[in-house]
């Protein structure tokens, strides 16, 4: 409790600082926004650990973060798809990779191994194809179940274009 109060009041200070050195325009304004959201977030804190729910939202933020980086990402690519480069396609599928581990990992996946098809644009995601270790804590059907939907929903392909092999 006491190093959360100290975590409280560290982050009004730097958050009142930071308020104080952004000038007053049109900035601003997303400044206070964020800095709200940040200061409830870290206020709100031991309340989801009583309720039991700090895990999920770190996983949902998490997720999140993902999805704005792959929207990113995906237009940065489609911009650059008259250069074909094949080091960028390179860089863009490994990207995709580290992506979707991510996803795995946040519903407590270890990830062996991604295998992805992409269509002949080298830039849309066909298939996926994961192998995957589990804990005994998590319910290997349900964590690749939500695992292919997030997957799915995430880069606009078919649930069933999704394969995950549960190594022991």
Known sequence: ???WMKTLAASACILTILLHL???NRFAKYVRFYAGLLFFLIASGPLLKILGSEDELERLLQLEFLKEEYE???SAAEGLSELKNEQIQEAFRDEIKRQI???ALAYGLTVLAVQLEFGEDGI???SVSLQVGVNEAVDAEAAGSLTKSEIAGL???SVSAIEISVQS
């Open 124 to 126: 849309s995601l066909e």
């Open 1 to 3: 409790m006491l190093k």
């Open 101 to 103: 581990s991510e996803i």
């Open 155 to 157: 880069y606009q392909i």
């Open 22 to 24: 952004v000038p007053e």
């Open 72 to 74: 990113e990402l995906e």
